[in-house]
């Protein structure tokens, strides 16, 4: 018998003591949001799939463009399409899943999530999340480690992997110049025809997309996309299809970052994980001497 | 006493709920009070699941549906509007405002688009509540221009299966000459093309007894004078525009039928081989004459809901006919000087026109039709 039972029950303190520790910190370098934050409710009973918003976006962005009247054309709808480093936003279509039968589009973007992986997972803070909602970048800050695109659960940041000196992570930025400094709607939103997608504060837009549902609950399934995944997100959507049968992940309530956070932040928080290795080195140091001295 | 007043008291408000005077007079739509589901159209203005008159819980609603005088015609609108107020990327839209009313009195009328008035009748210009700019306070409101498109693409994109832009409005500027689908000057006072429809219709149905209708859609227009409206009334344009849709647009449903015909006599329009068109004399035994055969309908069948039959008494319904205000020569038999001035029971016993007249009253050796009182035309 190696262990005696004093010192037994002095390795399970400390040890229970430093689990006590990592589970009971939060993390702590959350942006603290501002109640009052953006978001966008994309309603896709309304969506015409005309692709206005993918112009729109070409244009205020400066990506690559090409004629308005060319976004007219339907035939890409044939594949489904991500965002790429050059499409901040996409249309993909699903046919005969339209409340008439006819096809429903989906309008696929950055979701600004309120506690994005991205953000989480960059190790020089280049991705942030921005205390009115979008989550914007730092081109000047990234290292080009591409953690933030495995990190994301909806598959949205890109990398310019065909410049080979000053490539970026590409993504949509919520119109963030146009918005929250000069007040203007982001570029999709003031083009939509139908205003199928409506910009205005996350608390107010989930009020309307419930008070949408209320209303038309033949219509709409009760189900607001983004209100609660991964936390929650800025862009929200109402369909009249299920989520997963339209292609968006079906996603837990809580942000992966959290989990990760938790444990990493947590092991460091107070010095804890050093004091817990040096703690647990010692008692085995103790425990071999008294050993030795045994025998 | 006390106890007494306060039971009448009770008594009273609950017959007036019962009654449902609590509801608003100008309510827009009959709310009985022994029914109080709240549905999708309650809540287009109530918040609250229980609204009261007192607290009615309103939010601030304009889709009440807009009151058109019943004379209002589509004629009465514009012929085309154009719509410029937000001409920005793509050119003014010519809209053809006479076509698409007389399109709407098929499916909903002006209220389909216009759907608020006024207190005082008027109905608002769009953009008197759809401001250009959007609200960012009641995100629920479209802004103007998605209050167009929302209208418009609600029925273009049924039957049309596309969102080509260019339908409606040209691109400014654009390089490739988009032409618009249809010439502008085409369009100007032309009201929705006449419907042509076939004499006949003849469905197979499910009723296994006797599985065949007859329509007669001919007679049920030119003879029972029903209007289009009066059976198509919640069509949509996908109905018979839909270009991916290639059969004759049909009506399916035994309803519209039956709200004129008693849905419980089956053989009236059910039958086991293909039904004649209506005929007066053989369906209910009173062949119309050349003056009743011109005559509408109602004149005679008062309640068209509850076609009664009438008399076929002539006086019943030709009360001033008299000695001297009724020309018997219309009938084919010109009476002669001795019989002109007689009294019509002489002959008409008891006045009754729908037997054969008898001479027995005056003459034994006399009978009608072997001798005649005047000369047969």
């Known amino acids: ?82 965002p790429t480093s050059e499409k901040y936003t996409v249309v993909n279509s699903f046919a005969n899943k339209g409340l008439d039968g006819g096809a429903l589009n989906v309008k696929v973007q950055c979701m600004h999530c309120e506690h994005p992986p991205c953000v989480s997972a960059c190790i020089v803070s280049a991705l942030r999340k921005h205390p009115d909602g979008p989550v ?42 146009r918005t929250i400094e000069n007040g203007q709607l982001p570029a999709c939103v003031e083009i939509c025809p139908t205003e199928a997608i409506v910009f205005g504060r996350r608390k107010d837009l989930l009020e309307l997309a419930h008070e949408r549902i209320r209303k038309h609950p033949d219509k709409y399934i009760d189900h607001v996309y983004g ?69 | 006493m006390k106890k007494l007043y306060l039971l009448l008291a009770a008594f009273l408000f609950s017959t007036t709920l019962i009654n449902g005077q609590l509801v608003e007079p100008n309510h827009p739509k009959d709310y009985t ?93 769009c953009d008197k509540c759809h401001k250009i700019k959007p609200d960012l ?39 490739d000459e988009v032409v618009s689908t249809y010439d502008k000057t085409d369009i100007v006072g032309v009201p929705h093309p006449l419907i042509s429809a076939e004499e006949k219709y003849i469905y197979q149905t499910t009723y296994q007894k006797a599985p065949v209708v007859t329509f007669h859609h001919t007679d049920h227009v030119d003879l029972f004078g029903l209007k289009c409206t ?17 059969e004759e647009p049909k009506i399916e449903s035994m309803t519209t039928c039956c709200s004129c015909h008693n849905e419980n006599n089956c053989d009236f329009c059910h039958s086991n081989q293909e039904k004649p068109s209506f005929n007066h004399g053989v369906s209910t035994g ?15 069948h008062r309640s068209v809901s509850n076609f009664v039959t009438p008399s076929t008494n002539c006086t019943d319904c030709h009360i001033h006919w008299d000695v001297g205000t009724f020309d018997h020569s219309i009938v084919g038999l010109t009476l002669n000087e001795y019989h002109e001035e007689e ?35």
Not at chain 2, 230 to 246: I, P, S
């Open chain 2, 343 to 377: 009294d019509c029971e002489w002959c008409h016993i008891d006045r009754d026109f729908r037997v054969e007249p008898t001479c027995d009253e005056c003459h034994d050796d006399m009978s009608y039709p072997e001798d005649l009182p005047g000369i047969r035309e």
């Open chain 1, 227 to 295: 209100e609660y995944e991964v936390g929650g997100t800025s862009w929200m959507y109402l369909s009249n299809q299920p989520f997963n049968e339209i292609g968006f992940p079906e996603l837990d309530d809580k942000s992966p970052a959290e989990l990760t956070e938790s444990i990493q932040h947590g092991i460091f928080k107070g010095f804890s994980g050093p004091i817990m290795l040096f703690g647990l080195l010692g008692i085995i140091m103790k425990v071999m001497k008294k050993e030795e001295e045994n025998e």
């Open chain 1, 1 to 82: 018998m190696g262990i005696e039972r004093r010192e037994f029950l002095k390795t399970l303190a400390v040890a229970s003591g430093s689990l006590a520790g990592v589970s009971s910190l939060k993390a702590s370098n959350k942006t603290e949001l501002n109640p009052d934050r953006f978001g966008v409710l994309s309603d896709l009973t309304y969506c015409i799939g005309c692709r206005k918003c993918e112009w729109a976006c070409n244009e205020a962005n400066e990506l690559p463009n090409q004629s308005l009247d060319s976004f007219s054309d339907t035939s890409v709808f044939e594949n489904m399409r991500r």
């Open chain 2, 230 to 246: 009066d059976c198509h009334k919640g069509d949509n344009c996908a109905r018979c525009h839909d270009t991916a849709k290639q």
């Open chain 2, 33 to 125: 009070m022994g029914n109080p589901q709240m549905n999708d159209y309650c809540r287009t203005c109530h918040i609250c699941e229980n609204p009261t008159k007192f607290n009615p819980c309103l939010e601030q609603c304009a889709r009440h549906g807009a009151q058109f005088s019943s004379t209002h015609s589509f004629e009465a609108g514009p012929d085309i509007v154009i719509i410029d107020k937000l001409s920005k990327l793509y050119k003014p839209v010519i809209f053809s405002h006479e076509l698409h009313a007389s399109m709407s009195e098929m499916s909903g009328g002006c209220t389909l688009c216009h759907h608020y008035s006024e207190d005082s009748g008027e109905i608002p210009a």
């Open chain 2, 286 to 300: 009173f062949t119309l004459g050349h003056y009743h055969e011109d005559v509408d309908c109602n004149n005679c």
């Open chain 2, 137 to 175: 306070v009641d995100l629920n409101k479209p802004s103007l221009k998605g209050s167009y498109h929302r209208q418009c693409l609600g029925c273009h994109r049924e039957w049309s299966h596309e969102n080509a832009c260019q339908f409606c409005h040209e691109e400014i500027g654009s390089s």
């Open chain 1, 136 to 177: 914007t970048y730092n081109a000047s800050a990234c290292i080009g480690c591409r953690y933030c695109i495995i990190a994301c659960p909806f598959q949205i940041p890109t990398y310019e992997y065909e410049k080979a000196l000053t490539p970026q992570v590409r993504k949509c930025t919520l119109c963030l110049e």
